[in-house]
């Protein structure tokens, strides 16, 4: 199984460009997330899925949006990026019910705003 | 609120030492899970063990070990004759489990480097 999977691995952008994090998970988990780690700190939750069709805000959700039109696919969406929003980016997948409850996450994607 | 605490930053340790990393967590919740993840310096995050509020058996695999006291509510993680592969950023962390809100709360990490 290949998990959860990100792309791209590495990005740089200029301020004000948009771009789109993919996230895909093959494991048919129901809940996804987005977090964000900047350097040296822990995980900052930018948005979640509980499933399809349905996202909510995590505690730092402004200038990203996302959408989740497929259980595989929650993808994550910079407009107008800024400095601040250089970050590494991480998804993450859970079950739904029943456990397990942990998250899987995937490799990253490490983001540059100039 | 429910919160975690991993009140030690930064650990450095020589090689084969016992090194233990605390988490302390707060939650009104009496059913509740906590995990440990590891971060190497390859940044990847790695699911290390989970365990829920209704079993406080403590957890022993090869040289790791974890010790879980509702009591104190504390959650630590012993590394047994550590290794240089130890080293990296571990996570504690809370699962909020309020309904369809289902979301992790962590610790801000503790970064251990072991050294030869």
């Not at chain 2, 989970?50 to 879980?68: A, K, L, M, P």
């Not at chain 2, 801000?108 to 030869?116: H, K, Q």
Request: glycine share 8%.
């Amino acid at each position: 199984n290949a998990g959860v999977t990100q792309t791209p691995k590495f990005r740089i952008l200029k301020i004000g460009q948009s771009m789109t994090l993919q996230c895909t998970q093959d494991m048919n988990h129901n809940y996804m997330y987005w977090y964000r780690q900047d350097p040296g700190m822990g995980l900052k939750l930018i948005y979640y899925s509980v499933g399809a069709g349905i996202t909510d805000k995590g505690e730092v959700p402004n200038g990203y949006n996302v959408s989740r039109s497929t259980t595989e696919d929650f993808p994550l969406r910079l407009e107008l990026a800024a400095p601040s929003q250089t970050s590494v980016y991480f998804c993450a997948s859970s079950s739904l019910s029943g456990g397990p409850y942990e998250q899987y996450f995937g490799p990253g994607t490490r983001l540059t705003v100039t | 609120a429910q919160k975690v605490t991993q009140a030690q930053t930064e650990i450095s340790v020589v090689e084969k030492e016992d090194v233990t990393l605390d988490c302390v967590y707060e939650t009104r919740d009496t059913t509740y899970y906590l995990f440990w993840y590891k971060q190497p310096p390859s940044g990847e995050l790695v699911f290390l063990i989970r365990r829920n509020s209704f079993d406080e058996q403590n957890e022993i695999s090869g040289r790791y070990s974890w010790n879980f006291q509702k009591s104190t509510s504390s959650f630590n993680f012993t590394i047994t004759a550590s290794q240089v592969v130890d080293s990296a950023v571990y996570f504690c962390a809370l699962l909020q489990n309020a309904g369809n809100n289902r979301k992790l709360i962590w610790g801000l990490g503790t970064s251990l480097a072991v050294n030869p």
